[in-house]
């Protein structure tokens, strides 16, 4: 069963004023992840849609996303939690399906009246947070608690903010920090 997100991100942060802000909210700190993950392209290749298997160190998951649209609702996704990462990507490999890429990045996610809120860091890009929450209402109403406006969210993806600064993911090989 396919799961819509509702989520959008506000770009080029104050990562010190957005912690401030939720410190100020009551925010609940969930955790501080440092994800990993290997991105495939789907079998025929579809431009919108692709897999990913990632760790954030702690749960393993498999994913089919797929965007419809530049919306709040715009991704569809299917998920599953996988009991082991290199063994999932070795099952992959032995059936034919390679990955495209690996990437990283890191996430300090919060908890606030029922949405999550997350200030991600990624090789290359400025600091952004993303909202999710059960609808696109609630993404606003919490993005307005956080002191920005519905004119300051995005629903663009990692793809399209690399390709904003120069670079197509899909080209890729390794997106690390260390290579900053």
């Not at 609702?73 to 082991?84: N, Q, R």
């Amino acid at each position: 069963m396919s799961n819509i997100e509702h989520e959008a991100k506000v770009l080029n942060v104050d990562v010190e004023g957005v912690r401030s802000k939720l410190n100020d909210l009551h925010a609940a700190k969930v955790g501080d992840y440092n994800f990993r993950r290997f991105v495939f392209d789907t079998i025929p290749e579809t431009p919108d849609r692709w897999v990913r298997l990632r760790s954030n160190g702690q749960e393993t998951t498999l994913t089919v996303k797929e965007i419809s649209s530049d919306a709040i609702d715009g991704t569809e996704e299917w998920e599953v939690v996988v009991s082991d990462f290199d063994a999932t990507l070795a099952i992959l490999g032995k059936i034919g399906i390679n990955a495209r890429g690996y990437q990283e990045n890191t996430r300090e996610e919060y908890s606030l009246e029922g949405a999550q809120v997350a200030i991600d860091h990624w090789p290359k890009l400025a600091p952004y947070i993303e909202i999710e929450a059960k609808d696109t209402d609630e993404v606003v109403r919490v993005a307005n608690l956080l002191g920005y406006s519905q004119d300051e969210l995005t629903a663009k993806n990692t793809k399209a903010l690399y390709s904003d600064i120069g670079i197509n993911l899909q080209e890729v090989a390794e997106l690390k920090f260390d290579e900053e």
